[in-house]
């Protein structure tokens, strides 16, 4: 399916280097402007480094990696206040040691983000934003579940911590309460603009 979605008439395979994304369009290394409304990029295998190496830039100038400063963080794994308009698949405490399938995490995590968008559209806003009260509420959960886990314990070193001892892959709980958390779009752990 994918090769035939290739040569779809309405499909090009760009192989160039980017140069620089701004608003509604990705520009190439040699020099043409394609116009996009969603971009995908995957960014391969640092663990604890999500969104590694993309620079995000959000209010005020500020850059999410000097936030984070080494310890990944994100409301549901998939917003961080201060980054309006950001979403992410796969992000910090979204990772499955024992308990279960990432693809099932990353369509709780689209769904999720789709009714986010359906709110905006639904109520004629441009910005969302992650409240830093909920995001702060939901990683002392996920911080109080890691603890009760092998790779969350502090006296252990793997791959599962970052280099502050905090495990930010794993979710500690399972595949039901993941659905049951991000099942329902919850407006009121956000700002809108």
């Given at each position: 399916m994918?090769?035939?979605?290739?040569k779809?008439?309405?499909?090009?395979?760009?192989?160039?280097?980017?140069a620089?994304?701004s608003e509604?369009a990705i520009?190439?290394?040699a020099g043409?402007?394609?116009?996009v409304?969603?971009?995908?990029?995957?960014?391969g295998?640092?663990?604890a480094?999500?969104?590694?190496?993309?620079?995000?830039t959000?209010?005020g100038?500020q850059d999410?990696?000097?936030l984070?400063?080494?310890d990944?963080?994100?409301?549901?794994?998939?917003?961080?206040?201060?980054?309006?308009n950001?979403?992410?698949?796969s992000?910090p405490?979204?990772?499955?040691?024992?308990n279960?399938?990432?693809?099932?995490f990353?369509?709780?995590?689209?769904e999720y983000?789709?009714?986010?968008?359906r709110?905006?559209f639904?109520h004629?806003?441009?910005?969302i934003?992650?409240?830093?009260?909920?995001?702060?509420?939901?990683n002392a959960?996920?911080?109080?579940?890691?603890?009760?886990k092998?790779?969350?314990?502090?006296?252990?070193s793997?791959w599962?911590?970052?280099?502050?001892?905090?495990?930010?892959?794993?979710w500690p709980?399972?595949?039901?309460?993941?659905w049951?958390?991000?099942s329902g779009?919850?407006a009121?752990a956000y700002?809108?603009g």
């Open positions: 994918w090769v035939r979605t290739l779809s008439p309405h499909v090009d395979l760009v192989t160039d280097g980017i620089r994304i509604g520009h190439t290394t043409a402007v394609h116009p409304d969603v971009i995908v990029f995957a960014t295998f640092r663990a480094d999500f969104l590694y190496p993309i620079q995000v959000g209010a100038g999410l990696h000097a984070w400063a080494g990944c963080r994100a409301y549901k794994g998939i917003a961080v206040p201060g980054f309006p950001l979403f992410m698949t992000g405490n979204t990772g499955v040691a024992v279960g399938s990432a693809v099932f990353s369509e709780c995590q689209v983000v789709l009714r986010a968008l709110h905006m639904e004629g806003l441009r910005s934003d992650c409240q830093p009260g909920p995001y702060a509420e939901y959960y996920i911080d109080r579940g890691n603890q009760t092998a790779w969350g314990v502090a006296h252990t793997s599962y911590k970052n280099r502050h001892g905090r495990a930010s892959q794993t709980w399972g595949l039901e309460d993941y049951a958390q991000t779009f919850d009121g700002s809108f």
